[in-house]
């Protein structure tokens, strides 16, 4: 394998505590060292970094890629493309694929697929209900030896607490994750925005913030209950931050992220009807905004993921309420987090925190970090170069996305898989 | 926003009618002064006027409507316009591709104007954002967001009534959370200057955050109706009872019902609205529905004149006029 010397950049690794000009050497597809020449070691290639930023690859915990099933909407070649050049080394695979994966064959199939076609690693979690009905257990253990990560039920309810406490003590029993996003279905009522002065001026079926709220509170309670670890994916509202922050300072082993266009838009921000603005959990308002990015400067929202859901045209073409929810959200997620410190909300350190070590955390990865020995995935960007999202630069399947034609600052130069430039 | 812009052409004139959000309080004033010249067009012997002769105007009617479609179809009549009307039903399943289809299709058949009502909010922005240039889109009510027309013939009865908006209290009765009606009322009464808008409801049937659309809120129709110019009442859907928003028609009619008991606690010369179609007994008492202080049937007859004006404007913009 190449060995690879990337020399003078600002390297960035918060895990490691590192945060200095320098070079980092890889042999074997591996870290080798940070700094410090290895012995003997002769650079293949040689990556010239000066001015910009070497880090390690980015960990999504969060993604829908359409394969199996839906690829007119997007495949795991498109999607894969977009990651790699997005800096994103380790995409999750949310379950609600066509079929689910609810059977080792099917996260058989999709790792097999992965590795044929794509860029980046994706790593696929299982359903922890059977086709996502709430009803009955996954196979999750066979699930687990499948490669799946974690367990979720995605955007499906659990018909009822009692199955989501048993579903919660089979995963802990089996050492296994739940990833889990808070949304009372009942509550949420088909909604499509927030509930508040949007949904009341437009007359849309509307979403309160309790929907999510309620949910994450009996989730966080069943926690304590069944000693299962719990993630909370796509945190929207200030009062989940709230609840967390307690959850958390009373000891409980639990852990949430947030998607990257919640920590900058809100239903102020969305021009009226426009499909491009659909998502779930919805934009909410600017006082959700402000504590969801207190929540992750403060650490009590761990990571940021993209939350990636590309769509077709048609499946946005219609009257906002009847359209699909989703942004395709990979390629912005950099600059989006570059964003935020810019506008002073994190630092530099923090936003890469959450975009590599933090994700490798919460799922126990030897990865997201430049430590030696571990894969060598690595994303190396320049943070001051401008560009605009266009037909031009896009290169997901799905271009639905609010920030169409907004012009970003920094853009990812290279991205290395395990010691392979992609 | 693009919300504003969508029915503006570059001059500033109408060229669709989807929401009364957007639109100065000079242009509902011009409609209003329009549609005031086509009134009595009724009384005369021939009734037509040929502002749109040669025109062909559909109809496209998502959702079940007599009174609406029936004025629009005869203000089309009147204007000289060659008006067809389709009721196409909607399965729950029909997406935007099909709705855009239907428009598509009917555009090649060289239609100059729609007037749509749909059931889901929104729909009549995305069919004047997918038209043709030179399509106009009227709004005859989307979903629960706006039933301009409507608006505009209530502010041109109001008008008739009281002769100005400045110092009027209007209170909207009923069913807020789930009525275009009520959201177009507000932007329009606001518009125009009125001196209070109160909307009086149960929590159940508010909508989140609704004095942000600048009205004054009461629980209680007793001590909501006090110094009240204008009464507008709203039907009462008979789904919100299994839906858990009401206990009973019984005990809505107790609470919001407008007796003529209530209606004294309004001021003495206030006028009784109603989009129709009413629920006598559930919402209102027959004895004020046609009361003397009702004006409910005006209501109807000045649908006409109303649409007629704004369906003359809406078309203006293609002729330069």
């Excluded at chain 1, 970090?369 to 997901?396: H, K, M, Y």
Aim: proline share 4%.
């Amino acid at each position: 394998m190449e060995r690879i010397l990337i020399k003078d950049g600002r390297i960035i690794d918060p895990a490691n505590k590192i945060d200095r000009i320098g070079s980092v050497y890889i042999t074997d597809g591996k870290i080798a060292s940070v700094t410090n020449e290895p012995a003997g070691f002769k650079a293949d290639r040689i990556i010239d970094a000066n001015n910009q930023i070497v880090c390690p690859g980015f960990i999504d915990l969060s993604t829908r890629l359409r394969e199996p099933g839906q690829g007119r909407k997007a495949t795991f070649a498109s999607e894969t493309a977009a990651a790699a050049a997005s800096g994103i080394t380790t995409m999750c695979l949310q379950p609600d694929t066509i079929p689910v994966i609810d059977a080792r064959a099917v996260a058989e199939l999709i790792k097999d697929q992965a590795e044929k076609t794509g860029y980046t690693q994706i790593l696929p979690i299982a359903a922890l209900t059977q086709k996502l009905e709430g009803t009955e257990l996954s196979a999750m253990l066979a699930l687990k030896d499948a490669g799946c990560v974690a367990v979720s039920n995605a955007n499906q309810p659990v018909k009822n607490l009692l199955v989501l406490r048993r579903a919660m003590e089979y995963a802990a029993s089996h050492d296994l994750l739940l990833i889990f996003r808070p949304n009372d279905v009942w509550l949420a009522n088909n909604g499509c925005v927030h509930e508040g002065r949007l949904s009341t001026r437009y007359g849309l079926p509307s979403i309160p913030d309790a929907a999510e709220t309620i949910a994450l509170a009996q989730c966080l309670e069943l926690a304590e209950l069944t000693g299962c670890r719990v993630h909370f994916g796509q945190i929207s509202s200030r009062r989940s931050v709230i609840k967390l922050h307690q959850a958390k300072k009373y000891g409980l082993a639990v852990s949430a992220d947030v998607a990257i266009h919640q920590l900058h838009l809100t239903e102020d921000d969305m021009i009226p009807f426009d499909s491009a603005y659909h998502v779930l959990p919805p934009f909410r308002s600017m006082r959700d905004k402000e504590a969801l990015r207190e929540g992750l400067a403060n650490g009590t929202i761990d990571s940021i993921c993209s939350d990636h859901q590309p769509h077709d045209i048609d499946a946005k073409l219609g009257a906002f309420p009847e359209t699909e929810p989703g942004v395709s959200s990979l390629e912005t997620l950099l600059p989006l987090m570059l964003k935020l410190v810019d506008q002073r909300a994190i630092t530099l350190e923090q936003g890469i925190a959450a975009l590599t070590h933090k994700p490798a955390q919460i799922l126990q990865l030897n990865s997201g970090a430049l430590t030696p020995g571990f894969a060598a995935d690595l994303c190396i960007f320049d943070p001051e170069w401008e560009w605009q999202v266009n037909s031009e630069s896009w290169r997901s399947q799905g271009i639905n996305t609010p920030f169409w034609g907004v012009t970003f600052k920094g853009k990812v130069t290279h991205t290395l898989q395990t010691g392979v430039v992609i | 926003m693009m919300s504003n812009n969508l029915q503006l052409n570059s001059e500033g004139k109408l060229k669709h009618f989807l929401t009364i959000e957007g639109l100065d309080k000079a242009l509902l004033i011009e409609i209003l002064d329009l549609a005031e010249s086509f009134v009595g067009t009724e009384d005369q012997r021939i009734k037509k006027i040929p502002l749109l002769r040669g025109k062909s105007i559909v109809n496209l009617f998502f959702e079940n409507s007599t009174r609406t479609r029936t004025t629009f179809e005869l203000a089309a009549r009147r204007l000289s316009a060659d008006v067809l009307s389709m009721s196409i039903a909607t399965s729950s399943t029909s997406k935007g591709e099909s709705l855009l289809d239907t428009i598509r299709n009917l555009e090649a058949m060289y239609v100059d104007m729609f007037v749509v009502r749909h059931g889901i909010s929104g729909a009549a922005h995305f069919i004047a954002q997918h038209a043709a240039p030179n399509v106009s889109v009227i709004n005859a009510g989307d979903g629960q967001h706006a039933h301009p027309t409507q608006a505009m013939l209530d502010m041109f009865t109001i008008r008739q009534m009281k002769g100005d908006f400045a110092n009027l209290r209007v209170a909207i009765v009923g069913d807020i959370l789930h009525s275009r009606v009520a959201r177009s009322d507000i932007q329009a009464l606001n518009t125009l200057g009125v001196a209070e808008v109160r909307v009086i409801a149960p929590k159940t049937l508010l909508p989140a955050q609704v004095e942000s659309m600048g009205v004054t809120v009461s629980h209680n129709l007793a001590d909501g109706l006090k110094d009240i110019d204008v009464i507008i009442m709203l039907r009462l859907q008979k789904e919100r009872m299994s839906a858990a928003l009401l206990p009973s028609e019984s005990e809505y009619f107790k609470c919001f019902g407008l007796t003529e008991k209530r209606l004294k606690i309004a001021k003495p010369d206030a006028i009784v609205m109603h989009p129709g179609p009413i629920n006598r007994g559930v919402e209102i008492d027959s004895n004020v529905a046609d009361g003397p202080q009702s004006v409910i049937l005006k209501q109807v007859s000045n649908g006409i004149a109303i649409r007629m004006a704004i369906m003359a404007m809406a078309m203006q913009k293609q002729e330069g006029l």
